[in-house]
């Protein structure tokens, strides 16, 4: 059963940065993605960011809204997936999860095991 925990959410002020982590475990070989997630409030969730775990690898993708100011990375050695988020944004405030897919990264609808999530806040 694949596990996913989140953590390092919480306040900051706009231009700020935050780094929140996912934790994953109980992976069979077929999963290969590991992605972010956020949902604002009234909003639907969208995809943040996605990095390879396993070949094939390729870059990792990120969506209009993080690129240039988020960057995706992992410790194999930590089962670890981290969001660095710079410059952040009031607009930027949501719950971040984490998720898996056994397909292609950039594949946002076919995530399919879900963390709790981890919540964002920024404030103007």
């Known amino acids: 059963q694949v596990q996913l925990v989140e953590s390092g959410g919480g306040s900051v002020q706009a231009g700020g940065s935050l780094r929140v982590s996912c934790v994953h475990s109980?992976?069979?070989?077929?999963?290969?993605?590991v992605g972010w997630f956020r949902q604002a409030p009234g909003k639907e969730r969208e995809g943040v960011a996605a990095i390879y775990l396993r070949y094939p690898f390729g870059s990792p993708v990120y969506a209009d809204s993080a690129k240039g100011r988020f960057t995706i990375s992992q410790d194999n050695a930590k089962n670890t997936v981290y969001l660095e988020m710079n410059s952040l944004k009031p607009e930027d405030t949501a719950m971040y999860y984490c998720a898996t897919t056994p397909s292609s990264c950039g594949e946002w609808s076919s995530y399919n095991a879900w963390g709790q999530g981890t919540q964002v806040t920024v404030s103007s």
């Open positions: 109980g992976y069979t070989y077929s999963r290969r993605c």
